[in-house]
C-alpha cells in the first residue's frame, strides 16, 4: 500500500476512533436499550449500533471505494478482501460495557488486499489507544511497545482463556485443559478479545486462546501483535481465514508449540475441526 495513503488512512482512523470514544464517554450513564441477538447472554446495544453507524457514515464519506465489514450490519456484504477493507467493532465487549461500563474497546483494523496494514485498539473508559502501522512498531498512547522478550517459560506463562475451555466442550477435553491452567503461573478472563490482543502485545499477557471469534473481533489485534514479534494463528497452528470466524491462538512464540503440541493436539476431539 502506498506510504502517503497509509499514512493518511492511519490519521483518519485515529482521529475518528478518539471521536466515537470521546461520545461514548459522554453517554455512558445515559439509560440503554440492550437487546439480545444468538442467545439470551449474546447482547447489542443502541450504543454498538450508533457507533458503528458513526463509523460507516466516515468511511463512506471519505473513502467510498473502501469495504467495510464490521458487527452490526451496516456495513457491507464483504465477499472478497481485495482493495481496501475496513474491519471493525464498534463495541468489543459488550458485555462489559452493560454491566461494568469499563472493559471495552473500539477495535479497527484496515486491511489491503488481504494483507494488516493498521490496526487500532482503544480502551475507551481508560482513554489507552494501542495502534501499530505494519513494519513500523506497535505504540501504546503514542508510546513505542518494545518486542517481546526472548523467551516465555510455559510456566511463567499468564495466559488468557475463558471457562468454557474448563467446561465439556466440542473441542478438546476439558481434563487436558485443566492441566494447562494448573501448569502456567496464572490464567486471566478479561471479556473483550481486541483487549486480550493488546494484552499480549504489550507483554502482559503471554497467551490468549479462544474457541470461536468473527474477523472483527481480531483484524486490528492481529495487527499489533505481529508486530511486536507474536504469532496469531487458530488454535490448530493455522492460518486465520479473514472472511469467516475462526478459533484463535495468539501467543509468544516460546509457548506456541507447546500449547498447540501438550494441549490442543493431546486433548482433541474427534468431532473437533480447528
Ligand atoms: P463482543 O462483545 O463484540 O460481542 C468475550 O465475550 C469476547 O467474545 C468479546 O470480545 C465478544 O465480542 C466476543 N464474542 C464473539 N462472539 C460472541 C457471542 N456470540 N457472544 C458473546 N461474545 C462474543
Ligand atoms: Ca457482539
Ligand atoms: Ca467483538
Ligand atoms: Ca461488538
Known sequence: MNEKIRSQLYQDAKQWIKEAGTTIREKINDPLIVDTKSNPNDLVTTMDKETEKYFVNKIKTKYDDHQLLSEEGFGDKVKSLDGTVWIIDPIDGTMNFVQQKRNFAISVGIYHDGVGEIGF?????????????????????????????????FEKAMISLNHFW???????????????????????????AALEFAYVAEGIMDGYLTMRLAPWDIAAGIVIVNEVGGVTTNVAGEKINMLVNNSILVCHPSIQKTIIKDYIIKGKKRLGHN
Not at 474448563?166 to 494447562?180: G, I
Not at 491452567?181 to 490464567?187: D, H
Request: charged fraction near 30%; glycine fraction near 8%.
Open 121 to 153: 485498539i482503544y480502551n475507551v473508559m481508560d482513554d489507552v489507544l494501542y495502534s501499530a502501522i505494519k513494519g513500523e512498531g506497535a505504540y501504546k498512547n503514542g508510546v513505542k511497545i518494545p518486542p517481546l522478550k526472548e523467551k516465555v517459560p
Open 166 to 192: 474448563l467446561c465439556e466442550n466440542r473441542l478438546v477435553e476439558e481434563e487436558v485443559m485443566q492441566e494447562l491452567v494448573k501448569t502456567v503461573r496464572g490464567t486471566r478472563t478479561y471479556g473483550s
